[in-house]
């Protein structure tokens, strides 16, 4: 199972909360994530929780095309 540092990921005030209140909250929940880049987000593609973010289709091509590269080197 893997495992994640959610200290490293999330702003301090979403840190302890439960993953599905994680999922549901706002893309700015995630560190170095601003309030304007959730708007931006949102005008862009409907992104408006950490799981939209997580479900789109873009998002998922691009980690499989890094993820190819990864293991090609």
Known sequence: M???DLNKV???????QELSEI???PVSALKGVSDRDGELL???FNIK???D????????WAS???ALN????
């Not at 999330?10 to 302890?16: E, F, I």
């Not at 973010?53 to 998922?60: D, G, S, T």
């Not at 990864?70 to 080197?73: D, G, H, I, P, R």
Request: net charge positive; proline share 0%; charged share 25%.
């Open 23 to 25: 999922l549901a909250a």
């Open 70 to 73: 990864v293991s090609a080197k």
């Open 2 to 4: 893997a495992s994640i």
């Open 10 to 16: 999330l702003d301090k005030a979403w840190a302890d």
């Open 49 to 51: 929780t950490v799981a």
């Open 53 to 60: 973010l997580a479900n789109l289709k873009y998002f998922r």
């Open 42 to 44: 949102r005008e862009a």
């Open 64 to 66: 499989a095309l890094a």
